[in-house]
């Protein structure tokens, strides 16, 4: 919240207005129902975490702004947005009415923006179900899959993408990552098969082929059939 002056309101609100809505309350000391609408404004202005700004504006000390509002009563209330009033009402409202009067000068944040900003497998698959088109949200649930290691998945998500250096730099990432995993099964599976011989009576090459699976991505179909492998020879 500002108090503003005559001499401030061109900087502090018709530019701060260009990047961030401002709210204008004229008001005066001896207006009841300004003293009524000033604190709800103020909170429900702070709740917007800097979302949106409240310029205060005493008429009596600052005429000019009023007339350049043409202000007939108080306590009035204008929202500026881009340099131009958006909204505006006049006299005290009820809390409701003034909370929702704020929130519509907040940015409105799209369904699959929060979704995307969800992060998770679940979340980013809506997204992209919702709007395809989304590289945000392709990008963000192809490095989920990569980090999960599942390669091939987040390479066949980023295939519509591939004019966009962006994927071209996640489809390197996935191949890449994939290569180091191609020559992990191979040195697992490697030992893998000499141990299987070992572990229905040896219990250290039990454990050892356990934490050899526990290397692998659960998932993966491979580790799914070197786990039966070893099922197989327990039981």
Known sequence: MTDVTDDMFQASVIERSMTTPVI????????GPCKTLGPLLEAAVAATNGAVELAKVNVDENPMISQAFQVQSIPAVFAIADGKVVNSFIGA????EIVHFVASLQPQVDEVSLLISAGDEVSLNKAIEL???RFDAVSALARVLID??????????????????RAQELLSLAVETEEALVALFA????????LLDQVKTDEAAKQRALTLLDQLPAADLRTV??????????F
């Open 24 to 31: 204008v309350d004229l008001w005066a000391p001896w207006c």
């Open 187 to 194: 040195d697992v599976s490697a030992e893998f098969d000499f």
């Open 131 to 133: 709007d395809p088109s």
């Open 225 to 234: 059939a070197l786990r039966k492998r070893l099922s197989t020879r327990l």
């Open 93 to 96: 409202k009820p809390e409701a």
């Open 148 to 165: 999960l290691r599942r390669c091939a998945e987040a390479a066949q998500l980023l295939v519509p993408f591939t004019h966009d250096p």
